[in-house]
């Protein structure tokens, strides 16, 4: 019975509800934005902290909050999109975005400027007109390097984002079938393993873009978003252990590379990192309602990825004292066991305050923290409290104060 709901599913064409009714705001979605925004920035942070190198493994976990971060804006974009497609609703649609993101990131970016020269930290003006265009990208672009500047690399994710947002508008016009867009974004991510050099870029879009397909799919194929979800159970706190372990793991790597496939030469975000996407899937639709059970199913294969990669690094001799593989031994063993255990998902709302500065917030930590490092180099604890607390303040005033004002005198028609 869930094989053939399974397959409808992925038959489905990928268009939103027939009854378009006006998104809710949900605590939970915001929570978890909130708690994958810390753990990018926290992981950041620890950098500055004494001794770090012998620990880092143990606590670094931003990259799978940024994948999760494709999930969420997949799922947001999908709820707050609920009409057919036509040329008003989609102009409306990018005013929208675009009042949203470029305000800050202009914001960010003049920022972070300012830094890296007070730093000394030389930009060329071609990587600043890159960024200020959303072009940053770790990945060579047929043969041209725009990398993020030093300073606030993570702005990378904002490029994907906005690639993201345009492969929308021909999901949402063209309406294809859920199964049909995810086996071409597969075969896409896929090309990057063989892609000649300069190309593999395209790969890592669509390898990043199946999280983002997937949050889509579960704010349109899911129950209507006017539905009040009744507080539901999941186990939260065993999926996101477990993402950080697979993380530390990296099984898809350790596959690819027993494949003898060039790893060296993988895109940035890679087909690799699909082996986060049951954690991603099931932590968003435990946190909406939307997936309703857990099954012992999905939480295995949430659990073997990082599991077998343990087992097989014991097998070969790895060393568990290794920074990495203890982290990961160590993370795969606690989520193993809570991953059976299921929360109440309102724990999330409780983060809903976070979740709201959480854009501003992911923007501006990494100036902040190259701005007090660099102004106490000699005490790093200070440096680490102080950027956290510096942050938490700038992202307040600039979402609950600058981004209103800003959008009450351009758009106050606009939804955010």
Request: charged share 10%; with cysteine.
């Amino acid at each position: 019975m869930r094989f053939a709901l399974v397959f409808s599913c992925l038959l489905r064409r990928l268009e939103p509800p027939a009854s378009a009714s006006p998104a809710i705001r949900d605590d939970n979605i915001q929570g978890l934005r909130a708690w994958a925004a810390l753990s990018v920035v926290i992981g950041h942070l620890v950098q500055t902290i004494p001794h770090y190198a012998a620990w880092q493994s143990t606590f670094v976990a931003g990259r799978s909050g940024v994948l999760l971060f494709f999930a969420i804006s997949g799922y947001v974009i999908g709820l707050v999109n609920r009409h057919p497609w036509d040329h008003r609703v989609q102009a409306a649609y990018w005013r929208s975005r675009l009042l949203r993101l470029v305000p800050l990131y202009w914001l960010a970016l003049v920022f972070a400027a300012l830094v890296a020269w007070w730093m000394a930290d030389s930009i060329h003006v071609r990587q600043l007109v890159a960024n200020a265009l959303f072009l940053q990208n770790f990945d060579s672009v047929w043969g041209l390097s725009l990398e993020p500047i030093t300073v606030n690399k993570s702005v990378w994710t904002l490029n994907y984002e906005m690639v993201y947002y345009a492969v929308f508008i021909l999901v949402w016009r063209w309406r294809p079938t859920l199964g049909l867009t995810a086996i071409l974004c597969l075969l896409v991510s896929a090309a990057g393993l063989i892609a000649p050099q300069g190309w593999g870029f395209i790969a890592g879009y669509a390898s990043g873009f199946a999280f983002w397909l997937a949050g889509l799919g579960l704010a349109w194929m899911g129950e209507p978003a006017s539905a009040i979800y009744p507080p539901g159970r999941f186990p939260f706190i065993g999926l996101f252990v477990l993402l950080i372990a697979t993380q530390h793991a990296d099984p898809g790597k350790v596959l690819l590379a027993a494949w003898h496939c060039d790893i060296a030469h993988l895109p940035y975000v890679s087909l690799a990192d699909l082996m986060s996407l049951p954690a991603c899937i099931l932590l968003l639709g435990g946190a909406s309602g939307r997936l309703r059970q857990c099954t012992v199913g999905w939480r295995v294969a949430c659990i073997l990825p990082p599991a077998l990669t343990i087992i097989a690094a014991i097998s070969t001799g790895h060393s568990m004292l290794d920074s990495r593989w203890f982290a990961a031994a160590l993370a795969t063993l606690i989520g193993s066991l809570l991953i059976w255990v299921d929360v109440s998902s309102t724990w999330l709302s409780r983060l809903t305050w976070w979740g709201g500065i959480s854009y501003a917030f992911y923007l501006f930590h990494q100036p902040v923290i190259h701005a007090m490092s660099y102004a106490f180099p000699e005490r790093t604890l200070l440096c680490a409290v102080l950027a956290f607390a510096l942050t938490t303040a700038v992202s307040w005033l600039l979402e609950k104060k600058f981004q209103p004002l800003l959008m009450r005198r351009i758009a106050p028609a606009s939804q955010t």
